[in-house]
Every structure is written in C-alpha cells, then in structure tokens.
C-alpha cells in the first residue's frame, strides 16, 4: 500500500496506482475506499472515465459486491 501512495503523491494522476490501491483495499474488506479510487479514477482518464484501469477496478467492485 505504501508503494501506491507514494506513487500518488508524486503524480497524483497515476492511473495503475489508483486502479491497484482499489483493487488492494476490496481485498482488505473496504469497499468506501475502493469507490474513492474509482472516483479518482474517473477523473484521471483522459476520457472522462474511459480507461482499461477504470474498467478494470469498476469490474473488479461489482464482482465485490456480487459476492456481498
């Protein structure tokens, strides 16, 4: 977790940091969290949400809340 974050506080866009952050707080049970990387997400796209990394992590949270 602290490879993520230090990636993000140099770029803030880090597109793979946001999307392996979200997919690493699902995998601690913190679902809140995982939405928040989503929303960065959405935003760090260059195509208002339109990325492999936004569609992976989104993919990723509804299988999580499938199994819920």
């Known amino acids: 977790m602290e490879h993520y974050q230090r990636a993000l506080k140099i770029d803030s866009n ?7 952050l979200g997919e690493l707080y699902l995998d601690m049970n913190q679902l ?3 939405e928040k990387q989503l929303a960065a997400l959405k935003k760090a796209c260059p195509w208002f949400g ?3 990394e936004f569609e992976d992590l989104k993919e990723a949270i509804e299988k999580y809340k499938a199994k819920k």
């Open 14 to 20: 880090h597109r793979s940091a946001h999307e392996y």
């Open 32 to 34: 809140p969290n995982a």
């Open 50 to 52: 339109k990325c492999e």
